[in-house]
């Protein structure tokens, strides 16, 4: 055989070959990091922390460790639900540690202020505990995803289900400041338009010691259903408090605008029996959440929040993304995950939007009492689902990405 004639056609098309397939699958350096930003020692440290460090970690080792024949690594902040060591630290992981995807980062300031990094180092953000509408709304980013809820879905879904179950009179427990009155507003919005009436409200400041005089308001006005519209400390203790004097025993009912099955825990369900609570993901709703529930639950010793969760399903799907795209090139991946329905343990009917929220539906849940717990962590009773498009409504029209 004359190598001439043959050999230097087939080196060339075989180089080609080569070639072709290092253009198809490109790594920006050669790893695919993800950067588990949260809080690990602070208030919201037990629905986030170091079980969504597990979640995330559970998620590389099922996708098997590589993608695209490169190593997945994990690196790990607490951003102290300090905004600014939030942004500090996101900046450091883009520039310098060449992280490609910042998942968790619980509270809205902090998740606001990471995403403006996102935005700025053109870098990929996931958030699975921030909770602000805004996110997909006037701040949307073709960089930042929202993936498990946001204040809207929670507010909207509780306050439309319990309606329609006969909760029709309302009066409001809410945290004096804008995440607080956010979910008043929302859920107001919806109890009067399903033909309901809110009786009043109290506003609590943050952290309020003694929450007493504000549970007794709500209770001697006599409606049906107590919305806490707050987040920690203040809707745990209203809870306590209530239970305390007697609102669930005299036919009234607490329905928790956020609460998370870790506050359930730390309550006890003596205290919280009967509350009535959206989310978006329980453990023990079907075979396939027990099966990764009780994998999580043994590294952990406890069951996972809906964030904890929500991080695990992200990253897998990005994950995906990238085999299928063959590259980390963020707005490539991000398109690839908007591409196909998202359905897991974690999300029934599934999508993510053109705003980047993801849109699944939740469960309207009621808190179990002592007597019907029948092992640990048995906490929730299912009372219906909520469709995704319920929940969250329609695309925000004051986020860019969103066609006009």
């Not at 505990?129 to 909207?156: E, M, N």
């Not at 009780?294 to 991080?311: D, E, I, L």
């Not at 717990?373 to 469709?387: A, F, G, R």
Request: glycine share 8%; with cysteine; proline share 5%.
């Amino acid at each position: 055989m004359n190598p001439t004639r043959f050999g230097l056609p087939i080196a060339a098309a075989l180089a080609a070959t080569l070639m072709s397939g290092a253009a198809m699958a490109q790594l920006s350096d050669d790893v695919v990091k993800i950067g588990v930003l949260t809080d690990m020692n602070g208030p919201a440290s037990a629905p986030t922390g170091q079980g969504s460090v597990t979640a995330a970690q559970m998620a590389i080792d099922d996708f098997g460790g590589t993608v695209l024949g490169k190593p997945i690594s994990v690196v790990v902040g607490d951003h102290q639900l300090k905004a600014d060591i939030g942004a500090s630290l996101a900046r450091r992981w883009f520039d310098v540690e060449q992280v490609d995807l910042i998942v968790d980062v619980p509270v809205s300031a902090v998740g606001l202020a990471v995403q403006n990094i996102a935005n700025e180092k053109k870098r990929l953000f996931i958030t699975h505990s921030t909770g602000t509408a805004d996110f997909h709304g006037k701040f949307c980013s073709p960089y930042a995803i929202q993936w498990v809820f946001d204040t809207r879905a929670l507010a909207v879904g509780t306050a439309d289900a319990v309606v329609k179950r006969g909760g029709d009179s309302w009066f409001f427990i809410t945290d004096d400041y804008a995440f607080g009155h956010s979910l008043e507003r929302d859920a107001s919005a919806v109890v009067t338009a399903n033909g309901g009436k809110v009786l009043g409200s109290v506003r609590p400041p943050l952290a309020t010691p003694d929450l007493s005089s504000f549970v007794l308001q709500a209770q001697a006005s006599k409606a049906k259903i107590i919305g806490i519209a707050a987040g920690p400390p203040n809707n745990m203790n209203e809870i306590k408090t209530g239970s305390e004097f007697g609102v669930f025993k005299g036919g009234q009912q607490m329905a928790a605008l956020l609460a998370l099955i870790t506050d359930i825990h730390g309550l006890g369900l003596q205290a919280a029996q009967g509350l009535l609570l959206t989310t978006s993901f329980y453990w023990d709703m079907d075979d396939k959440t027990r099966e990764w529930s009780k994998r999580y639950f043994a590294k952990m010793n406890k069951m996972p929040s809906m964030w904890q969760a929500g991080v695990y399903s992200s990253v897998m799907h990005y994950l995906n993304a990238i085999k299928e795209t063959g590259t980390d090139d963020p707005l490539k991946v991000a398109a690839k995950m908007r591409e196909k329905p998202i359905e897991d343990f974690f999300a029934r009917n599934g999508r993510l939007r053109e705003d980047n929220l993801m849109v699944h539906d939740l469960w309207l849940v009621q808190v179990k009492t002592p007597e019907e717990s029948k092992y640990p962590w048995d906490y929730y009773k299912i009372l219906t689902t909520i469709s995704g498009d319920k929940a969250f409504g329609p695309p925000d029209p004051a986020c860019a990405m969103v066609k006009k």
